[in-house]
DNA sequence: ATTATTGGTTTAATTATGCAACCATTCTTG
DNA sequence: CAAGAATGGTTGCATAATTAAACCAATAAT
């Protein structure tokens, strides 16, 4: 391997947010710190990550502006991992891996968590829409290719 | 290394969707079916990725149900790679994806492709939604954990 | 008939990941 | 306040995953 290829350079949206989030581990993190966990031993116990990768991923999440290092509250010098502005704007995309998910990764019959509005509890839906209300799929969208620059 | 992790099991819809698309190249080679590339040389020059590693990443994706082989139409035996109506299914995560890039993975000025409405041209949107229509962020929701089955 | 293209497979080298052992600092508890 | 436990790592080694490059059979083009 002479390194893995980086996508920082891309013009595709889509690319560069998985050269920033599309590893195997990093997505889970913050599944997780949407969940509310905040402690690096929190995360090692959920997720079963051995401790040096979980300590780079962490690390590089932090540089990335996903997450931020705050001290805890605990009145010590210790500290905790938070999401951003910027890290709770991927929202959408667990949002949207937890849909795909429920329709087809799990029997008729099979419990799942479930992820629900707080006041209501009732659960919440993904759209896409144009501008004027339409929900689309993809067969209703096309990609416009920025030209190379001259 | 014993093995990479599984999340088959997991009861968390997520994890389950990452443990299919969430590895390195996966969402990018649906990424490029998204944009029309159906055939083995036409992903393998997108994307620069190592023959045989995508060699079993489509082999994986079929097997996943989220590409199909079909014979291509140019009368020959060739097979082409499409997206299944589950691989379609994806288009969120997608949107969501390219959604975040656009927003945070840009200079202000720098340009980048865009996703638009095929009959009117203009950009859409992605929300999440409560069942009422209001627009729910991360701070609004909760996730309900299944409780151990016993 | 000959050559080029497509769609791979195989091999060897390198990188990434995991596990276990270790360690310094901070908490807790008697 | 001393001693042990918990936290948050680091280090070293073994194994798995990824890569580039060479190779190859079947088809397509000339």
Redesign the interface.
Known sequence: MVA??S?KGD??????????I???WS??IV?DA??GLTRFGEFQKS???AKNILTERLRTLVAS?ILELVPAGDSGTRMEYR?TT?G???????????????????APAE??????????G???????????G?S???????????PE?T
């Open positions: 893995r290829k996508l013009y595709c949206p889509s690319a560069r947010s998985l050269d920033v599309g590893d195997w997505l889970l599944r949407f969940d997720l079963g990550i502006g999401l910027m709770k704007d991927l929202f959408p995309v667990m949002v949207a891996l937890r849909q795909f998910g429920e329709r087809y990764l799990f419990e799942h968590s479930l992820l629900v509005d707080r006041t209501t009732q659960p919440v839906r993904l759209d896409i829409r144009a501008q004027d339409r689309v799929g993809p067969d209703e969208t096309v990609i416009l290719k920025v620059e």
